[in-house]
């Protein structure tokens, strides 16, 4: 069973720092990228940050210079630096990660969700 398990969500004040990590668990073969997404309430899931097994990375216009994704592929695992945190930023943060799995004896890409860690930034 493949899942991607979410951690580090929580409430800071406006200018505070959060981290965020997902580690991918699993018969998993390889990971071609991950990265974070957000929701905020009345709005559509945006992506945040994004990730490749190469390193190469790319951010939201409103993320950028405050933000940084990182990843640890021996540990399958992708982290979300969040700086300066502004009230908009308030949101459900998922993960998100294309891996390569196992499926009855077959190799099969395959997209995955994490279940969401809430980002509460008080003004």
């Known amino acids: 069973q493949v899942q991607l398990v979410e951690s580090g969500g929580g409430l800071v004040q406006a200018g505070g720092s959060l981290r965020l990590s997902c580690a991918a668990s699993?018969?998993?073969?390889?990971?071609?990228?991950m990265g974070w997404y957000r929701q905020a309430p009345g709005k559509q899931r945006e992506l945040v940050a994004g990730i490749t097994s190469g390193g190469s990375t790319n951010y939201a216009n409103s993320v950028k210079g405050r933000f940084t994704i990182s990843s640890d592929n021996a540990k399958n695992t992708v982290y979300l630096q969040m700086n300066s945190l502004k009230s908009e930023d308030t949101a459900v943060y998922y993960c998100?990660?294309?891996?390569?799995?196992?499926?009855?004896?077959?190799?099969?890409?395959?997209?995955?969700w994490g279940q969401g860690t809430q980002v509460t930034v008080s003004s």
């Open positions: 699993g018969s998993i073969f390889s990971i071609n990228a």
């Open positions: 998100n990660a294309e891996l390569e799995v196992s499926v009855y004896g077959s190799r099969r890409w395959y997209d995955y």
